[in-house]
């Protein structure tokens, strides 16, 4: 690839015995390693798949950066993988400690020792208030670009109103916030029989559910610099929210005599409601190199709201992400342009990266 790839979405493995070393006390000495993080879901738990060789394996700093080179990667940035249900914490208290320690570990093991390696940290959706100040921490402190945010939490959905001064504080630092899946359980699919429909079904579940909340409460208007991605639920399901919110607000336009929902503006539609947003840098979507609907999504809002995610160490190794870039690269639908929006500029947006020298 010409262009030097900022990946979207690479993550991190955990290791729970380094974490709880960073606890307070008596949290490090009480805690077990299988209690760290709540359980994804119990489908996870029953991981008996075949994956492709030399996936999920360990990979540490260096380890990242050896993959950087190989597949011409400016930086990354990492997202947790056993955190990704930090949405289900319901304890505060252990909560607060949990999060804090994956985020000094994090700096201490990753992005401290290599700048090329940016972090996201977790905040503790149960407990808004030290979220809040969770996240100042780690973007002011630790040079973090960002927090993620569960699409699968125990209270509430991401519009709700409770959850807004994440919302204002990221605005007011100015860094991403980005809506990840992971953890799948209780929306619907509990007595699925295989691992890869129920995959499958629950990220794309996940973005739809957390930014249909965040549209029709108004999240973007009340928030208008704010910048939200919506990773690893694939392209396809961005299509499914335009279509059917626009259908359902027109049939059931949200009675709001407090002004607290959404505001169309002038006789715009939903469906433009939601293209603006797009265009206008708000909402940012991770795809992977050989989703067939990149062209037609460009054909409809652009290229600039796109980031390629490599997922990588997760279900991919160096070959599958090869052969990524070079579906991607040889798409002929799409231009020059957007190719380096996608690889690179989108990625650089959301997270408000600075150029390389």
């Known amino acids: 690839m010409a262009t030097r790839v900022i990946d979207g979405d690479g993550h991190v493995i955990e290791k729970p015995e380094q974490i709880i070393k960073m606890m307070p006390s008596p949290y490090s000495e009480r805690v077990w390693p299988s209690q760290l993080f709540p359980p994804l879901d119990h489908h996870h738990s029953a991981f008996l798949v075949d994956l492709p060789p030399n ?3 360990d ?3 260096q380890g990242w950066v050896d993959f950087m080179d190989f597949a011409n990667f400016e930086s990354a940035i990492v997202y947790p993988t056993w955190a990704l249900a930090v949405g289900k914490y319901v304890e505060p208290h252990f909560a607060r400690a949990a999060t804090r320690a994956y985020n000094d570990w ?3 093991y990753y992005t401290g020792p290599q700048n090329r390696i940016k972090g996201i940290g977790i905040i503790p959706m149960i407990d808004i208030g030290f979220a809040v100040e969770e996240m100042h921490r780690v973007v002011e402190e630790y040079g973090f670009v960002g927090a993620m945010l569960p699409s699968n939490i125990v209270k509430g959905t991401l519009g709700s109103p409770e959850f807004h001064p994440i919302y204002a504080a990221a605005e007011k630092l100015g860094c991403a916030l980005a809506v990840h899946g992971g953890a799948h359980d209780n929306f619907g699919m509990n007595d699925f029989n295989n691992f890869a429909g129920y995959h499958a079904v629950g990220h794309a579940h996940g973005m739809v559910v957390s930014l249909t909340s965040m549209l029709f409460n108004g999240v973007f208007d009340k928030f208008p610099d704010l910048r939200i991605g919506f990773l690893e639920g694939g392209l396809a399901w961005i299509f499914m929210v335009l279509e059917r919110c626009a259908g359902s607000y027109e049939a059931f336009k949200p009675y ?3 002004g607290e929902m959404l505001k169309l503006q002038g006789d715009e539609t939903m469906r ?11 909402i940012y979507i991770g795809i992977e190199g050989d989703e067939p609907e990149i ?13 390629f995610s490599s997922d990588f160490p997760h279900e991919v190794n160096e070959e599958t992400i090869q052969a990524e870039l070079g579906e991607l690269e040889q798409n002929a639908g799409l231009s020059i342009l957007d190719k380096e929006n996608i690889l690179r500029n989108g990625a650089q947006r959301l997270y408000g990266l600075k150029e390389a020298a």
């Open 55 to 57: 996936s999920f394996r």
């Open 59 to 61: 990979v540490d700093a």
């Open 106 to 108: 994090l700096h201490e």
């Open 256 to 258: 709001d005599p407090q």
């Open 272 to 282: 433009e409601y939601i293209l603006r947003h797009l265009r206008e840098g708000r």
């Open 295 to 307: 062209a037609y999504a460009v054909s409809q809002f652009g290229s600039e709201p796109l980031l």
